[in-house]
């Protein structure tokens, strides 16, 4: 979840990364781009960046914004 309480951010099985609205549930984004299960997603304290893990071996950088 972002330091503000607004954005929440998950990884799983589907080899995605998705922000969504903390407030209201909705989907915001979906970030696609590993080939294999996510196992760690962290936002930057600002919220602007996200960090994720995957069991494909790599970590990967997204714009929050964009992907």
């Known amino acids: 979840i972002s330091d503000d309480g607004l954005v ?4 799983g099985d589907d080899k995605t990364v998705r922000s969504w609205n903390a407030q ?3 989907l915001r984004l979906t970030m ?3 080939t294999d299960k ?7 304290p600002d919220s602007k960046k996200v960090c994720s893990g995957s ?3 790599t970590v990967r950088l997204w714009d929050a914004s964009t992907g």
């Open 24 to 26: 209201t549930g909705m």
């Open 55 to 57: 069991r494909d071996k």
């Open 8 to 11: 929440m951010f998950s990884g």
């Open 38 to 44: 996510v196992r760690g997603v962290r936002a930057a």
């Open 32 to 34: 696609k781009g590993h």
